[in-house]
């Protein structure tokens, strides 16, 4: 069970930090934290056996559904555009 809370954590920690780098650097013209999300997951899949490759896995699900709807669109160096800045969303 505290695994489960522990991993439940680390997604949850990966999904504020994409929230707030897509707030607060989202107007940059810098990759997509999908894409990192994606990196981190290719790493972590490959070190599935050691705990860290666990981590990897989980923080880069966390990065990729903060930031679902532009890797659905593939957008990878575009600024977003946001009007409204909102935390608790997926983009």
Do not use: C, E
Request: net charge positive; glycine share 8%.
């Amino acid at each position: 069970m505290l695994k489960f809370i522990i991993y439940v954590s680390v997604i949850f920690f990966s999904y504020a930090i994409g929230r707030i780098t897509h707030i607060y650097a989202g107007h940059w013209n810098t990759p997509h934290h999908w894409i990192y999300g994606i990196i981190a997951l290719v790493v972590g899949i490959i070190f599935y056996k050691k705990n860290w490759g666990i981590y990897l896995i989980l923080f880069g699900l966390g990065l990729i559904i903060s930031d679902f709807k532009d890797m659905l669109s593939l957008k990878f160096f575009d600024p977003d555009n946001m009007r409204i800045k909102k935390f608790w969303t997926v983009d």
